[in-house]
């Protein structure tokens, strides 16, 4: 039953075509998307061409033929987009105003996965910007910083504020085949310390931090911002490296690790590897320092949480769950709950509730709040 589902997942792509998803029925690319959720990297509920080669690495060894030849045949009925390289992002920042840094190394790995962009402010308000800190999605083994060139309208908004962006790569665990949830999460806790470490170089306040994920970024934007300074210790220690997060931004983000409940029948036994004992943790302690639900505490910063209804990939009783446990510590937290919306936000049995472009603005809102 397992190699027919399968069989008949690969010719629906065969049968619909994978190079433009303008024309992929809508149907078709739902069920491309419950599929394999982690090929929408910039989390928009939509499969572009790229997308689609990119995610190859997670099709079944013996149909990468089929779909490559099939993806050159119909290259020509929608161009792919070029990968957002350095000089892909300065043309984006340029067409808005706006200037920026393109790969900066925060620490060293034997992949060179680890480097982030920063995006200045258009109009300076205040002496030492507050820094708005994007960590994109990709169910940790894809996905790229460059999906923030893709949200012009929340890069507009805050940079015209006076606020910096930046936004981060982590180490993957489709690249890096031996690297853990703890070393994924460690990776974005050096992010926040470098740059906490190198505010005055650029002129940003490093207790003035917001972070922002999508999908497994969600979670990883969670972490970051509950914990301290020597969390989950890394390559970036040492003087220099505090730092406070004001508020935390989820996009349907996993909140734990350990609560069962919280997933319903998908079980994270099908990602076991990335919780494997590494560096003297055991899986437990891994599960333990990457679960939002048992990192919030008291002094947890403000949190903004959206979830889909109908989400299959991080059902959204993960969204409930940490929400609960915020309002039991009477923290600041807004919890908001999309109706008719999957993974992404995309429709799922009707419309959904809201639109992008409202999820966007009460973002913005909450985070000009948040840096007042």
Known sequence: MKNLKKIT???????????????????????ILSKLPQIDTNSDGKLSTQELEQGRKHFPKKYLAKIDTYLKKNSNIRKPNLKLNNVKADKVLKAIGLTGEQGISYKTTPTNETVLDIIYPKNKKYQKAPLFIYIHGGGYTGGSRNAIYRKSNIVKQLTNAGIAIASIDYRLAGKSEKVMMNEINQDCKDALRFLAKHADKYGIDPHKFITWGTSAGGSLALVAAMTQEDHLAGDVMGQGIAHTVLGSVVYFGATSFVEESVWKNRKWNSKGNLFTANNGLSEENIRKLTSPDLLINKQSPSLLLFYGDKDTTVPVENGRHLNKIAQSMNL?????????????????????????????????????????
């Open 9 to 31: 997942f690969i010719t629906f792509l065969s049968l619909y075509g994978l190079s433009a998803y303008a024309q992929l029925p809508k149907q078709m690319e739902t069920r």
């Open 332 to 372: 600041d937290v807004n919890y908001i709950e999309i109706k008719n919306a999957g993974h992404g936000f995309r429709n799922v049995g009707g419309q959904a509730s809201m639109k992008q472009d409202e999820i966007e603005q009460i973002l913005i809102d909450h985070v000009f709040k948040w840096v007042i």
